[in-house]
């Protein structure tokens, strides 16, 4: 199994900073099988990045993947209100089971 | 708007059985893989088994292997998760969500129903 560790586990920011959330693999990802999701209280998790690196659709362009192999990296350029939540980074490999990070807070400072 | 809508949750006591309904609407269902993840209160997502858009392929996590049988009918566009010999580590937010094929990010959520496991 695919043990995905995110980092940090919390990060307090202000509307408009940027926030850069990690994401590593315990085993190499083939075909950057990495996906980035969203998820505010009490709301079901949203799709942003798949591939790695490619926005879903409806995705703003503040919000960027990158990463291989074993480390990822989710961006979000300039932080707007609606953007506080936490986030979650799943591989999505041919082997199961699909397993996520355990997330990471991104909260108002 | 594309569309999933899970029902079935509630409250059972350990032992019990409990079976989720995945309602699809606005996309042709029947060309999407299906997932359950779920999400104990507080606490991460955790995927618990995927369904092949025919459903000649099944997974499903050790955790629920053996107790848990995920089901389509793409007639009803419908995905269904049979819970049996539930036990409190099994209370959670149960979602519902699709994607294109098995090595496919999970493009389409519902909104959830909680199962509760208690005495």
């Known amino acids: 199994e695919i043990v995905l560790t995110q980092s940090p586990g919390t990060l307090s920011l202000s509307p408009g900073e940027r926030g850069t959330l990690s994401c590593r693999a315990s085993?190499?990802?083939?075909?950057?099988?990495l996906a980035w999701y969203q998820q505010k209280p009490g709301q079901a998790p949203r799709l942003l990045i798949y591939?790695?690196?490619i926005r879903a659709t409806g995705i703003p362009d503040r919000f960027s993947g990158s990463g291989s192999g074993t480390d990822f990296t989710l961006t979000i350029s300039r932080l707007e209100p609606e953007d506080f939540a936490v986030y979650y980074c799943?591989?999505?490999?041919?082997?199961?089971?699909?397993?996520f990070g355990q997330g990471t807070k991104v909260e108002i400072k | 708007q594309v569309q999933l809508v899970e029902s079935g949750g509630g409250v059972v006591q350990p032992g019990g059985s409990l079976r989720l309904s995945c309602a699809a609407s606005?996309?042709?269902?029947?060309?999407?893989?299906m997932h359950w993840v779920r999400q104990a209160p507080g606490k991460g997502l955790e995927w618990v088994t995927f369904?092949?858009?025919?459903?000649?392929?099944?997974y499903y996590a050790d955790s629920v292997k053996g107790r848990f049988t995920i089901s389509r009918d793409n007639s009803k566009n419908t995905v269904y998760l049979q819970l049996n010999s539930l036990r409190a580590e099994d209370t959670a937010v149960y979602y519902c969500?699709?994607?294109?094929?098995?090595?496919?990010?999970?493009?389409?959520w519902g909104q959830g129903t909680m199962v509760t496991v208690s005495s």
């Open positions: 969500a699709a994607c294109t094929g098995w090595d496919d990010a999970f493009d389409i």
């Open positions: 606005r996309f042709t269902f029947s060309n999407y893989g």
């Open positions: 369904i092949r858009y025919d459903g000649s392929n099944k």
């Open positions: 085993q190499s990802l083939s075909s950057s099988y």
């Open positions: 591939g790695a690196s």
């Open positions: 799943q591989q999505y490999g041919s082997s199961p089971p699909k397993t």
